[in-house]
């Protein structure tokens, strides 16, 4: 895991990628069950990815151009990609679309920008994703038969010969899991817009990185160790990296041997269990949008602590969206009994 990270960042820096810590994020996130899964999830992630991109230029040719209609476009993305998200057998996949949607049509249409370079930076971030993939399976394939049989990270499913579940179409409670998808990352959307902040659309791509799955932690656990992972990895790791470290790095080495220290630390707590896994993966997803926000290792220190800001709101807003209301049910059927 470390070693595709590093490889998929370090060719990030190299083609200057756009929104390169997505990239380097899904390289560290993909499943890794066995080397002939992972093929065979691999291109099927990207597929999704490139269907995800397909989704976002065509959903601009008809939607973005006035304010109205680009909302709408936002929800109506939030919806599909929370939907599909419940409803798929494989997460990665799902997860490969999704990002991918929001991405392009909450944060790259947003940019007062020419269409062109528009278009480009979309083509640019899938072309980074389905990067990170392909390296994950190049070192998977390479490294086969040298490390002992694991089983694949929380959160991310198997591969299946059916893509959604049977009852996809017929259970009213993914429809009600796709509003609130819908709801939680429309408000996000409207905050950001409304605020003027930069880097606070980092809360739009949190919306799906922690998306409720049903694992194992009550959404209090959840909500704890995911906060933990953002002050770990982003203020800790990340902006202590660019207030003490960053400026001691003189060479590339240093950099990636720092990078890939506390990704190992990411990875491990990953790959540890169940709950642990929620801590890991915010850790490197916090670490990874601190520190590559442009195309140098030594990254302004308000880059890197925006966005940390975003993750927050997206926590929170995710957090009111999803658990809050069952939590005041249970309160008040606590008081009545």
Known sequence: MVLATVVTMLLVETFKLPFGFLAIFYALAIARENPHATVRNGFRIIL??????????????????????HFLLVAISFFVVFFITR???????????????VAGVCLIWQRPSPAELRLETTIGASFGIALGTVVTIVIEW???????????PA??????????????????????????????????????????WPGVGESIITCVIVAPTGLPGSPRRQMFTRVMGVLVGGLFFGIGSQVWLNPLLDSVFGFTLAFAIVTAIAAWCATAGPRLAYFGRQLALAYDVAMFQGFSARTPLAA????????????????????????????RTYKTA
């Open 48 to 69: 999704a990815n490139f269907a995800g991109a397909a989704f976002v230029i065509l959903g601009a040719m008809f939607m973005i151009d006035y304010p109205l209609t």
């Open 87 to 101: 409803t798929s057998r494989n997460f990665s996949v799902a997860f490969g679309f999704g990002i991918m949607v």
């Open 142 to 152: 390479l490294l086969a038969g040298k490390d002992h049989p694991r089983p694949a």
């Open 155 to 196: 959160r991310l499913a198997p591969a299946h010969p059916a893509i959604f579940v049977a009852d996809a179409f017929s259970n009213p409670e993914y429809l009600v899991y796709a509003l609130k998808g819908a709801l939680a990352g429309s408000l996000c959307f409207a905050i950001w817009t409304s605020l003027f």
């Open 304 to 331: 890197g602590w925006n966005p940390q800001m975003g993750i927050f709101l997206g926590l929170i807003v995710m957090w009111m969206v999803f658990d809050l209301p069952g939590t005041l049910r249970r309160s």
